[in-house]
């Protein structure tokens, strides 16, 4: 069995605990928490299980690294605190660890990251032996590997088109949906989400994964965005009030430019509540949906809807890129110590899971 560690225990953390229980191959052998109101707690409760899993939640970072886990499991978000998610990583690769992490978004196309990213963790590589798999939903396997195995089905290919439509009043991360997104603040508040190359470093490194799984060069890579305020003030179940006149949805693209024309697009639409921009697409139910259109020859479209913790989508999408993440472990084992990314890691079926009830 790989021993293995989950590290936070928010929005992400909880579905890692679950997953982690769940895999056959796989231990948890501890997780690691940075409230204190959670150590101590359970991890079975921590993850939401009904029932307890016999691992205790723990600061002791320095104890839970030298005893040498296997895999770690890094669920502590890094939107907001790049710097400290880059240091708990590499620190965790020194420490002879398989890492993987939603966190870090330039570390998801790794061959073109910025040296100050890179650099950290091809240094800790060679230290200690550990590997480094970031990948997530959108940026994730939503504009990685869905969208380029949809695309082979199609004749002719004219342009491949990833969408996340979702509304967020669903997403339990205040700091992001009113700080990083915008939503509620006045309308010449800038979000750090739009400012200009932002969206590029977040989904560009997608954009230039799927070129190079399709054998294309790109001219560059081109940024839009739209947004929209509240016609009047919502109350939403878990985000609170929202003013009228308010930033209430956003609409952006990140676009992949091949021989002058945009081939490789990402687009967001989120709201904040359905009310706000209805003339923009919409999920067919209006909580959220992840959606690939492969126009061409035939047109090809695919809509995923993933729920969970009580038909809640934003935690089904974090659910499915833990997944994801969860289940490239043992494959990581495996290889040589690395970086890798979505297209050097399989996406596996649930082998051993099916029907599986874990211990």
Request: aromatic share 4%; with cysteine.
């Given at each position: ?17 679950r ?9 948890l ?15 079975g409760e ?11 939640a ?124 915008g ?21 560009g ?18 940024e ?9 003030t ?16 956003i ?16 687009e ?40 969970d ?14 997944g ?5 472990i043992d ?19 649930a082998?051993?899971?099916?029907g599986?009830?874990?211990?």
């Amino acid at each position: 069995m790989i021993s293995t560690v989950v590290w936070g225990t928010g929005n992400v953390g909880r579905a890692a605990i679950r997953a982690v229980e769940a895999h056959p191959a796989l231990t948890l052998t501890a997780v690691l928490v940075h409230n204190p109101d959670k150590t101590g707690r359970d991890a079975g409760e921590l993850g939401g299980l009904d029932r307890p899993l016999g691992v205790a939640a723990t600061d002791g970072i320095e104890a839970v690294l030298a005893a040498r886990p296997d895999a770690v499991v890094y669920a502590a978000s890094g939107d907001i605190r790049p710097d400290d998610a880059l240091a708990d990583i590499t620190r965790a690769i020194r420490a002879g660890a398989v890492v993987v992490s939603p966190a870090l978004y330039p570390l998801y196309d790794h061959r073109n990251a910025p040296p100050e990213f890179r650099d950290p963790v091809l240094a800790a590589i060679a230290e200690g032996g550990g590997s480094l798999f970031a990948s997530g939903v959108d940026p994730g396997w939503g504009n990685d590997v869905l969208p380029l195995l949809i695309s082979g089905l199609g004749s002719t290919v004219d342009v491949i088109r990833c969408q996340e439509i979702f509304d967020y009043s669903t997403y339990d991360q205040p700091d992001s949906v009113r700080l990083l997104i915008g939503m509620g603040q006045p309308m010449d508040f800038e979000p750090m989400m739009l400012m200009p190359s932002v969206p590029t470093m977040v989904w560009g490194g997608q954009i230039r994964l799927m070129a190079r799984a399709l054998g294309v060069e790109l001219d560059e890579i081109r940024e839009t965005s739209e947004r929209r305020a509240l016609d009047a003030t919502v109350t939403t179940r878990t985000m609170g009030v929202f003013e009228a006149g308010t930033q209430g949805a956003i609409r952006f693209e990140v676009q992949g430019v091949v021989e002058g024309e945009p081939r490789i697009v990402i687009e967001h639409v989120t709201r904040i509540h359905p009310s706000c921009a209805p003339d923009w697409p919409a999920p067919p139910d209006g909580a959220g949906a992840h959606r690939v259109v492969i126009e061409g020859r035939p047109r090809i479209e695919v809509t995923v809807e993933a729920t969970d913790e009580g038909e809640n989508r934003s935690a089904g999408g974090n659910a499915t890129a833990v997944g994801r993440l969860v289940g490239a472990i043992d494959w990581l084992m495996e290889a040589e110590p690395g970086i890798y990314d979505a297209l050097d890691v399989p996406l596996r079926p649930a082998v051993g899971k099916l029907g599986r009830k874990p211990s």
